[in-house]
């Protein structure tokens, strides 16, 4: 199956993306590495008059250090982060999980800000980025505003962008010296979609305990304060004070009724403690 008909346009920068993507007479769609939408197109899940192209738009494609965050482009690629073309703030997280998603060839084209757009719950940003702290960046006729990583997602599918609004960026805090995280998840092989996800930061240095369970139905479990899960943060070995049945209360409280989905959920957050560097 092929897609409908359609125009297309490639706006060299935002202002004109989002006159584009505001007109009311057509319905639009924004393509970045177009690994997602490419085949919801030819699927004719989705059947835009427009697709607005923002690969040529250079804000969205570079990254800025800043003194307490860097700020990410949201057409940067996956193998960008892999390969160290955007700096490494958070002790080498952000190039570790890239190196997973998926394929080479994906990895080639995809970008930050279109998985989060897309908001699959089983993607490995959205639960990365949760457990960092990170927050996008979207700019409409409203102007610009700034939410949580763990907000941009209302459910399967479906993000919290409005009519008229683009994601242009995501922030993502610098970690302290001791700062010490994990990622795991649970695939049958290599490039398969995760069923279950564990992802934490310990930053004590800056007060942070963070833990997400993800690749649920929904939008990840995010714990902001889980003091409770890793203790403070300062232990040798964190996995020493991991508490699974306080997790398994958490994730059977989030909706999650059967109990060996929630000894999933429980034991990949657990090995993603045990991967964690003894201080």
């Not at 290599?190 to 929904?218: C, K, N, Q, Y």
Request: hydrophobic share 45%.
């Amino acid at each position: 199956m092929k897609p409908v008909n359609f125009e297309y346009m490639r706006p060299s920068d935002v202002v004109g993306a989002l006159k584009l993507i505001a007109s009311e007479a057509a319905s639009a769609k924004i393509m970045a590495g177009n690994q997602s939408l490419g085949p919801m197109l030819n699927l004719r899940l989705v059947q835009p008059d427009l697709v607005v192209d923002i690969t040529a738009i250079e804000e969205v494609r570079r990254f800025e250090d800043r003194s307490d965050e860097i700020l990410i482009g949201a057409c940067v690629t996956h193998a960008d982060i892999e390969d160290g073309r955007v700096p490494d703030v958070t002790r080498g997280a952000l190039p570790a999980v890239a190196r997973g998603i998926a394929y080479r060839a994906v990895r080639n084209r995809g970008t930050i800000g279109g998985s989060l757009t897309h908001a699959d719950p089983s993607a490995d940003w959205h639960s990365l980025l949760a457990a960092l702290g990170a927050k996008v960046v979207l700019r409409g006729p409203a102007g610009e505003r700034t939410i949580a990583v763990e907000d941009y997602m209302l459910g399967a599918l479906e993000a919290d962008i409005r009519s008229g609004e683009m994601l242009v960026g995501v922030k993502v805090p610098k970690l302290g010296r001791n700062a010490r995280w994990g990622y795991y998840k649970s695939c049958r092989k290599t490039g398969e979609f995760a069923h279950a996800i564990g992802a934490f930061l310990a930053d004590p240095d800056r007060g942070v305990s963070r833990a997400v369970i993800g690749a649920t139905e929904s939008r990840p479990i995010v714990v902001a304060n889980a003091a409770n899960i890793l203790g403070d943060g300062r232990a040798r070995r964190l996995a020493d004070n991991f508490d699974g049945q306080a997790v398994a209360k958490i994730v059977e409280a989030a909706g999650i009724a059967d109990p060996l989905s929630r000894q999933t959920y429980v034991v990949a957050l657990r090995r993603a403690i045990e991967q964690a560097q003894p201080q």
